[in-house]
């Protein structure tokens, strides 16, 4: 049932655009660094199994999450590689990890200590995060650090195999700070160096395109994989193209005239000047669609066209240009001919940053999965669960 939908709402995610953008990253950092593809959020919103299995392909070592949920989906779905949670995970929960490998983060040595007295069989791998200057997660002195080592090497049951910290700023034309950061983590880094097989990483997106050197052993790929920029101004720097892979589509389920002086949506907000055609989507702000979007443009048979009158929860309507046949596909992000939306148009209209946009369509819209211009896939979450529906009562 999952492969199935009713209602004519989609985002569609290329997968070659994820594999070629996960190459070019590759490509970019030498083939001594590693590749993690962090698909947190079901993949940005894109897919978490589909994205994983196609960055996998195009060469990424390892698979990375903010939950420990997240990750124990990947390991349902049957993902061998090792995958990291890079968010905090309760301690009382080591066993689920330990059962599933998968590896959490250490934020603290207070965290590691309750976590090993929570293990009863089994080793849990940790990566150790180190707080440099985010103020988020992880031990922010070099003692700590050691103390840290110290304890894992006293406990044979807790194995340290990675550090790792993460930078606030790697995506400001300015990098003082981000050097500030880095050299304190070099410094930490030293410092554990003198430790075996530890795998040392510090680069989100932003690091690895402009900083391929000083990534150490890996970069943490997320929104570049997905084909956006880390941000708007070091877009026009980037090292390599990024392909979009997101985009979203609706049709036209209804078009009427209506005459001048007419009113559109919820509060009447919108009254038309002259005759007008009128089309309505079924898409709204329950899909992300948010009513803050009100006045932004969609694309019809190429073309540019408003949205008037206030978002709904699961419709909106459009200002059409010219009559238009019900069933007409309606673009709201991506490509029709020679007009483009942009993730990025959309996040700036919304006054936020581009990884807001595909994280917020939710899971009541189906993800379509392209490959080589055909659909190879589509998930319906809605449907997860629902066996056959013909088979009930
Ligand atoms: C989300 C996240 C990343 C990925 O960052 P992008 O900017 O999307 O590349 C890397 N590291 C950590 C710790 C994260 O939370």
């Known amino acids: 049932m999952g492969n199935s939908f009713y209602r004519d709402t989609w985002a569609e995610i290329d997968l070659d655009a994820i594999y070629s953008n996960v190459k070019s990253m590759k490509n970019h950092i030498g083939e001594n660094t590693q590749l993690i593809a962090v698909v947190k959020a079901n993949a940005y919103g894109h897919g978490d199994a589909e994205v994983a299995k196609t960055a996998l392909e195009a060469g990424a070592e390892m698979l ?86 110290k304890f894992a090497e006293e406990k044979p049951n807790v194995k340290i195999e990675g550090i790792f910290t993460h930078f606030a700023t790697a995506d400001e034309l300015d990098t003082a700070y981000f050097n500030k950061q880095y050299d304190v983590f070099a410094a930490m880094a030293q410092k554990a160096a003198d430790y075996d097989g530890v795998m040392i990483h510090c680069g989100n997106s932003a690091t690895g395109l402009r900083f391929p050197e000083k990534l150490v052993h890996a970069v943490r790929l997320g929104i570049s994989m997905y084909g956006l920029s880390p941000s708007m101004e ?63 443009e969609v694309l019809i048979d190429g073309e540019r066209m408003p949205i008037v009158g206030r978002i709904c929860m699961d419709q909106c309507m459009i200002k059409l240009t010219s009559f238009k046949e019900t069933g007409t596909k309606v673009t709201l992000i991506g490509r029709q001919k020679e007009e483009c939306i942009s993730v990025d148009e959309v996040a700036e209209r919304l ?9 917020t369509i939710t899971l009541r819209v189906p993800r379509m999965f392209l490959k080589n211009k055909s659909i190879i896939e589509v998930r319906n979450s809605l449907f997860c669960g629902v066996k056959n529906l013909t088979d009930r009562p």
Request: a negative charge; hydrophobic letters at 40%; charged letters at 30%.
């Open 234 to 296: 070091i877009k026009p720097e980037l090292p390599y193209e990024l392909k979009e892979a997101f985009s979203l589509h609706s049709r036209l389920v209804h078009v009427k005239k209506i005459s001048k002086g007419d009113k559109v949506s919820y509060g009447a907000t919108y009254t038309a000047e002259k005759d007008e055609w009128i089309g309505t989507i079924p898409i709204g702000y329950a899909d992300g669609w948010v009513r803050r979007l009100k006045e932004s």
């Open 351 to 359: 006054e936020t940053i581009n990884y807001e946009v595909p994280c």
């Open 64 to 149: 990375a999450v903010a939950f420990l949920d997240e990750a124990v989906v990947l390991r349902e779905a049957g993902f061998e590689v090792p995958i990291l949670v890079m968010g905090a995970s309760r301690p009382a929960d080591v066993k689920i990890a330990i059962d599933q490998r998968i590896i959490l983060t250490a934020p603290s040595l207070e965290w590691l200590t309750e976590a090993e007295k929570n293990i009863q069989k089994g080793i849990l791998s940790v990566h150790l995060k180190i707080d440099t200057g985010m103020g988020r997660l992880g031990v922010r002195t070099e003692d700590e650090l050691l103390q840290a080592f």
